[in-house]
């Protein structure tokens, strides 16, 4: 059966579930605009036109609870409208959940199947969580929870005395939905590209062998939330070059690192850090291959006044082997070997919440980029919403982060009827 | 034992037994009796926030509770509506000494939110109760004065002793004499005037607990109001401490899904 037989059949057994079974369904309508505030002369203008009716089902059988939630989508934009790829997310249907969730023994909880998987303690900011990401949706300003890719994969939780322990096994990578030119201009290297030069990269998709296995170790320690982490598995996003091939791949990677969390007097404080072993450059001497880094982060976040928060984030990448690199790339766009980041987090609410006001901002002394994320929700009544955001990024330079991504600044208007 | 010392102890007891209770005594019955009753409990809770035009909107959440040590709780609050909140769940540790531990649960993104401790006067999901409505605001935070004693009811004048901390300068509670449940609640601002008032509408006695299921917050000021609604009230159901962590944020227990 093809794909779109597979889906026309979940999305018959939906409905047939709330008939039959003990079922809540629930789910959205959403339609958004958007348009790039600057000419990007490899992008289209509209950074968004699409709609999308999203089904989330809820299932109770016996000892069972089995989620189905998916978007069926229209996207004036998308080249690939016809062709579903559940992977990616392309096509008119994204799956976004699809598992069951039984608890096999008391101590044991398990999730089998397309799931959202989440760990770490950053905000917008991620070492630990090595799940994918979808940066497309994120940049072009789709509600924040796309910016989760489903994982297919199996979750264990054991719940031994000392702690909780989460392990995550994905059969087969599932990759970050990265920028590839398409829909995002992007520095390549040697220029700033989009639709003229789309990375089709190389997937490691072999069955049982490309596979991702991610642990988690937490427990409380005094008053705040310890946690332990390990990562097997891939870059989520092509950054190797396979000379052999010319094209992009995920290079192999382990990461290790741990997280603090928790309140300290009115404030709410975290840290984290992560090594991420690069493990086809351990010498950092491959110029196709990314180096090993450090990456840190530390936040703070507090009300600042009656409905009003706010939180900081302190983020650093430190490159090892940085001459390595350095003498791989061309001369002028190498990074710092410590990257800088600062975040400041604002919300606010009114109108006894039904308007929030946000914004969020990343800052990088080391890049001289930032990236702008202002955002106005305003609930009309329990069904209708409107959003308007922007995603606005300056930089003195075409190759950094976020410099790169000037010209795909954009702003756009959504409304949302939940039902 | 000396005698001399039992005999004592046990006028005093036979004594205070007869006498008109302490406001103390009276602030922590009401206390007990409003926010504590049980080991654990369970409820269903519909909530309309109706503005002054009459615009309504409703939350349906359901509500665990559980007693813990030193006067401490936990809450487990699991959104059915609106829709944009379903399957939320907003998990509370109330520490009696020092700030509450709060986390949302947001199912889409997978993600335990910590929030920071705040204002406590700041409205409950959009509603016109506060947090502290809900969860009980601290005996300490305030000196508490019997004003009247009627035939059903003692009146308590409460006043903060920090008042830069409140929008109001003192709130005067009814507490009904028989049962102890505060009945109503009326809030004066800092220049002395009416302005909020909370009041259980009905009650009922369930499994020997006297409970208020049904309660409503008016805003004199804006002219808005929210009715809380409680139904399939259940106490001492054997909940387990454990439900109140993580592991039961990513999957809610039957007794709030069913």
């Known amino acids: 059966m093809n794909k779109i037989g597979q889906i026309s059949l979940v999305c018959l057994i939906l409905s047939t579930n709330v008939f039959a079974l003990d079922t809540e369904l629930h789910g959205f309508v959403d339609a958004r605009a958007g348009t790039r505030t600057q000419n990007d002369p490899h992008e289209d203008d509209r950074s968004l036109t699409e709609s999308r009716l999203q089904l989330d089902s809820l299932t109770y059988i016996g000892q069972y609870t089995v989620q189905a939630r998916a978007d069926f989508v229209y996207d004036d934009l998308a080249t690939k409208r016809n062709k579903v790829d559940l992977e990616n997310g392309d096509g008119f249907v994204d799956l976004r959940e699809l598992n069951v969730l039984f608890t096999p023994i008391d101590i044991v909880d398990m999730k089998v199947g397309r799931q959202i998987l989440t760990w770490g303690t950053g905000d917008l900011l991620f070492i630990n969580d090595l799940f994918p990401k979808d940066w ?25 005395a000392i702690g909780t ?18 829909r995002i201009s992007y520095w390549n290297g040697t220029g700033l590209v989009g639709q003229n030069a789309v ?9 049982f062998q490309d596979h991702e296995i991610a642990v988690r170790f937490y427990r409380p320690l005094l008053s705040y939330e310890a946690a332990l982490y390990a990562y097997h598995g891939f870059w989520k996003s092509p950054t190797g070059f396979d000379t052999s091939t010319g094209n992009a791949y995920f290079p192999l990677l382990n990461a290790y690192g741990g997280s603090i969390k928790g309140s300290l007097g009115k404030a709410i404080v975290n ?31 507090r009300e600042v006044a009656k409905n009003t928060t706010a939180a900081m984030q302190y983020y650093a990448e430190w490159m090892m082997d940085y001459d390595g690199y350095k003498s791989g790339v061309p001369s002028g766009t190498a990074r710092d070997e410590v990257r800088h980041v600062l975040t400041l987090r604002l919300t606010k609410m009114m109108m006894n919440q039904n308007l929030i006001l946000g914004l969020f901002t990343f800052y990088s002394p080391s890049d001289n980029d930032a990236y702008f994320r202002p955002n106005v929700t305003y609930k009309l009544d329990d069904h209708w919403q409107l959003t308007a955001n922007g995603n606005l990024f300056i930089g003195e330079d075409k190759h950094t982060f976020f410099g790169q991504f000037e010209r795909d600044s954009n702003i756009n208007l959504g409304v949302r009827y939940s039902f | 034992m000396n005698t001399k010392l039992l005999t004592i102890a046990l006028t005093t007891l036979t004594v205070s037994t007869f006498a008109e209770l302490s406001v103390d005594e009276i602030v922590n019955k009401a206390n007990q009796a409003a926010y504590y009753a049980g080991q654990d409990g369970r409820a269903e809770v519909e909530m309309n926030i109706i503005d002054k035009d009459g615009g309504t909107r409703t939350r349906k959440f359901a509500l665990l509770r559980m007693n ?14 609106p829709a944009d909140l379903y399957k939320q769940v907003f998990l509370v540790w109330k520490n009696v000494e020092g700030n509450d531990s709060r986390w ?42 019997l004003v009247e004693t009627t035939d059903t009811q003692y009146v308590i004048k409460n006043t903060p002793k920090n008042p830069g901390d409140v929008e109001f300068s003192y709130y005067t509670v009814k507490i009904d004499k028989d049962t102890f449940l505060p009945r109503q609640a009326e809030y004066y601002d800092k220049n002395g005037k009416l302005y909020r008032t909370v009041e259980a509408t009905k009650t009922e006695t369930i499994q020997g607990f006297p409970t208020v299921t049904e309660s409503v917050v008016k805003d004199l000021k804006t002219g808005g109001s929210t009715i809380n609604k409680f139904s399939n009230i259940e106490y001492n159901i054997g909940l387990k401490e454990n439900i109140f962590t993580e592991r039961f944020l990513r999957r809610p227990p039957r007794e709030v899904t069913r």
């Not at chain 1, 322990?165 to 398409?182: C, F, K, L, Q, S």
């Not at chain 1, 990375?199 to 069955?207: F, G, I, L, T, Y």
């Not at chain 1, 493990?279 to 950092?284: A, F, L, T, Y």
């Open chain 1, 136 to 160: 497309n949706s994120f940049l072009l300003g789709r509600d924040e929870e796309y910016l989760k890719a489903p994982s297919d994969a199996i979750f264990a939780s054991l719940f031994p």
């Open chain 1, 165 to 182: 322990i989460d392990i995550a096994y994905t059969p087969r990578m599932d990759a970050d939905r990265y920028v590839d030119g398409r």
């Open chain 1, 199 to 207: 990375v089709d990269a190389d997937r490691q998709d072999e069955w």
């Open chain 1, 271 to 301: 840290t984290e850090a992560g090594y991420y072993d690069s493990r086809e450059d351990r010498s950092g001497t491959d110029p196709f291959v990314p180096n090993s880094e450090l990456r840190v982060l530390a936040g703070y976040q």
């Open chain 2, 68 to 81: 813990t040590d030193g006067g401490n709780q936990k809450f487990y609050v699991y959104f059915k509506e």
């Open chain 2, 104 to 145: 949302m649960w947001l199912p889409a993104l997978n993600l335990k939110r910590e929030i920071a401790p705040g204002d406590k006067r700041t409205s409950f999901v959009g509603s016109d109760f506060v947090y502290e409505d809900v969860s009980g605001r601290n005996l300490n935070e305030d000196t508490h004065e």
